[in-house]
């Protein structure tokens, strides 16, 4: 019952800039949109997360529309490591639902 | 960052016997923790919320008899499969919430259990 749609799978060139969007059309005035990670067999890591406005850290940006329907997250230049699912969740109340993500592929 | 450590990282059994997983939130209380499970190519699935000194809340479809979950202090839940069957294995993933309600989780390494 995810309320994100994400594309199967991306590949993006080492050293580029990976965008990996993300749709969330019934989102709520108050549910953050929260990016996690899942490198093969480890636990998720968190990568980003916010509400309404664009958003910055070490790892990455995450642009949100006007209408907040839709995201993207960036990451500014890919390495090898980066390889890896990405999921974009809307949170619900305390619960953190994962959808099927977006395959990453960083290619040398 | 926060740390969320489980035990153990791995653990093949017999089945029909039960077994034990751990998750510890290492430098910050948990007031929430969650469990989850992933079948190989396939997404985290939630299990159950746990909050710390009340009984767990599980997901439609999860047998609460099956998946024992205990959260008796605020750092530590543990996720016990009783009279594990190989439909059981998977990888189980805990994840542990700060007090500070809808705050970031963080999530534990995992733990493959295989039932043989």
């Known amino acids: 019952d995810a309320k994100t749609t994400q594309p199967t799978s991306m590949d993006c060139a080492e050293g580029r800039a990976a965008n990996l969007p993300c749709n969330h059309s019934t989102i709520s005035g108050n549910e953050y949109v929260y990016w996690y990670r899942q490198i093969h067999s480890q636990g998720p890591q968190y990568i980003i997360h916010g509400l309404k406005n664009n958003e910055t850290n070490e790892m990455a940006s995450l642009i949100i529309t006007e209408d907040r329907k839709s995201s993207t997250l960036i990451l500014p230049h890919a390495t090898l490591r980066d390889t890896a699912v990405y999921y974009c969740?809307?949170?619900?109340?305390?619960?953190?639902?994962f959808g099927a993500g977006t395959r990453l592929t960083v290619k040398p | 960052g926060a740390v969320v450590s489980q035990h153990p990282s791995w653990v093949i059994c017999k089945s029909g016997t039960s077994v034990k997983i751990e998750c510890r939130s290492l430098d910050f209380q948990a007031t929430t923790m969650f469990w989850y499970r992933q079948f190989p190519k396939q997404s985290l699935m939630l299990m159950a919320t746990?909050?710390?000194?009340?009984?767990?809340?599980?997901e439609q479809g999860v047998e609460k008899d099956k998946f024992l979950i205990n959260h008796a202090s605020l750092t530590l839940s543990t996720l016990t499969v009783t009279s594990a069957h190989p439909e059981d294995s998977s990888f189980y993933i805990c994840?542990?919430?700060?007090?500070?309600?809808?705050?970031?989780?963080?999530f534990g390494p995992g733990t493959r259990l295989t039932v043989l």
């Open positions: 969740i809307v949170r619900v109340g305390n619960d953190m639902r």
């Open positions: 994840s542990a919430q700060g007090s500070l309600a809808g705050g970031r989780l963080y």
């Open positions: 746990s909050n710390e000194g009340s009984k767990a809340t599980y």
